[in-house]
């Protein structure tokens, strides 16, 4: 077997035990309670919140951070699809018997984390405009992030993946 192979089972494994405890700590009900909150939120209803908020209280100063925020979200939308359409990487608790799914899953697999792709991009966004919204939108995002492989959804590499990507299509976007 080559070095790149066995590095790459190396990593493999990091992923799949570092899921594994992830996923360990939604036994507690606390946990798993407030992931799935985190998670539910991480849908779109907080970010559509938010842009609500930003246009009540901004008005039309919220109108470019919100159209952008939307434009952003359709690009991660369509990359995301595309990834996942060419990957094809079922989800940790349909390979792993131990790791148990205690969320909703939006489609059946699952690299890259989609939901944490999205919360990266508009973070950014957001707080390039409202640089004040950092304290909220950021511990949000890594709730997020944290929320796919303690409910078994996705692999830690999933969710670094969707990090990258959404950084990089926010970063892009506000350099257009």
Not at 6 to 13: D, S, T, V
Not at 91 to 107: A, E, M
Not at 120 to 138: D, G, H, K, M, N
Request: aromatic share 12%; with cysteine.
């Amino acid at each position: 077997m080559s070095r790149l192979s066995l590095q790459l089972q190396q990593i493999n494994r990091w992923d799949v035990e570092l899921c594994q405890f992830c996923n360990r700590q939604s036994r507690y009900l606390s946990v798993r309670n407030l992931f799935r909150i985190a998670s539910r939120l991480g849908d779109g209803v907080f970010w559509y919140l938010l842009m609500a908020a930003l246009l009540l209280r901004y008005q039309s100063e919220a109108l470019p951070a919100v159209l952008h925020m939307l434009a952003v979200g359709l690009v991660c939308t369509a990359i995301y699809k595309l990834i996942k359409g060419k990957t094809l990487r079922p989800r940790p608790f349909n390979v792993y018997p131990d790791i148990v799914c205690v969320g909703k899953t939006l489609d059946q697999f699952s690299f890259p984390s989609g939901h944490t792709l999205h919360a990266v991009a508009f973070s950014i966004v957001a707080v390039a405009y409202f640089p004040a919204l950092l304290w909220l939108v950021w511990p949000f995002t890594a709730l997020v992030a944290m929320s796919r492989p303690i409910l078994g959804l996705h692999y830690p590499s999933d969710v670094l993946a969707g990090a990258l990507l959404g950084g990089l299509v926010a970063f892009a976007s506000l350099h257009l």
